[in-house]
């Protein structure tokens, strides 16, 4: 993929999804540019578009990035011929763990309009490792599939003690209200936990003043003492993509629904 291309593939990809489409250009324009993106032509014509991206402090885990084919050159097979050639790439280049999101979503004239996707991603392989009810709005979940790209090696992981200091609020992009915390490792802070429960209290004050509906938080599972402040404050775990930062250290999800919680503490209010 060039920058030459950027503009047929954001049309190709609003006419299934505007959302995305919105998301990917911000993506190729200003963050990543077209490093990892893959375009298939017909004549000239982009007719399919797929890639991937790092995610930081990563040892050779990948997510795949927006992946999508002409309408009138569905169901042939186009998807699952980009898919497999991606996929040989990133093993070539040593890739070891592969994760894909895919949405719910039911349109109420189409239907499931991603159920196709997520059979796909699961015939080749890949299966649902962590599901976030409600994530892009209420009744809307995300599925976060991962696959194994390479065998899975075998090395012992010790915890780590790391003092964390969230330091920024933000809504996620293509939701309705799902917001999260930025935070970075405190060097030194020479702390008995990573953060408390009033730090995390803090934070949910603050996104539920900008509307917050729902709050979502993940870790390396190597950090110790994680898990107490945050179910002290109502966060429920919501799984673990395995072995994603490295072999032995997982990513822990977890969440927190504003309207839940109203609910359960008030039932006779809502």
């Known amino acids: 993929m060039f920058e030459a291309d950027i503009d047929a593939v954001v049309a190709l990809i609003e006419t299934h999804d505007e959302d995305d489409a919105e998301e990917a250009e911000r993506f190729y324009r200003e963050l990543n540019g077209c490093h990892g993106q893959f375009v298939l032509e017909k004549e000239g014509e982009v007719i399919g578009v797929t890639g991937f991206d790092a995610p930081t402090g990563c040892d050779q885990s990948y997510w795949i990035t927006w992946t999508y084919v002409h309408a009138q050159h569905t169901n042939r097979g186009v998807g699952r011929s980009m898919l ?5 790439y990133l093993q070539q280049q040593g890739g070891r763990k592969l994760f894909v999101k895919v949405s719910d979503y039911v349109d109420p004239q189409d239907g499931a309009i991603y159920a196709a996707a997520l059979h796909l991603y699961e015939s080749m392989g890949f299966s649902i490792e962590v599901q976030h009810d409600d994530f892009y709005d209420i009744g809307e979940a995300q599925m976060i599939l991962g696959m194994r790209l390479q065998e899975e090696g075998d090395s012992p992981i010790e915890e780590q003690r790391v003092a964390i200091q969230f330091n920024e609020i933000f809504e996620i992009g293509e939701t309705e209200g799902s917001w999260s915390f930025g935070w970075h490792e405190q060097k030194g802070g020479g702390r008995d936990v990573p953060f408390t429960a009033e730090d995390v209290q803090t934070g949910l004050g603050a996104v539920r003043e900008e509307g917050a509906r729902c709050v979502f938080l993940s870790f390396p599972s190597n ?4 898990s107490e402040p945050l ?10 993509l395995k072995d994603y930062y490295a072999d032995g250290i997982d990513e822990l999800h977890y969440a927190y629904n504003f309207n839940q919680k109203l609910l359960a503490s008030n039932p006779n209010e809502i």
């Open 84 to 88: 497999t050639e991606l996929f040989d």
């Open 223 to 226: 950090y110790a003492g994680i």
């Open 231 to 240: 179910i002290e404050s109502g966060f429920t775990e919501a799984g673990s």
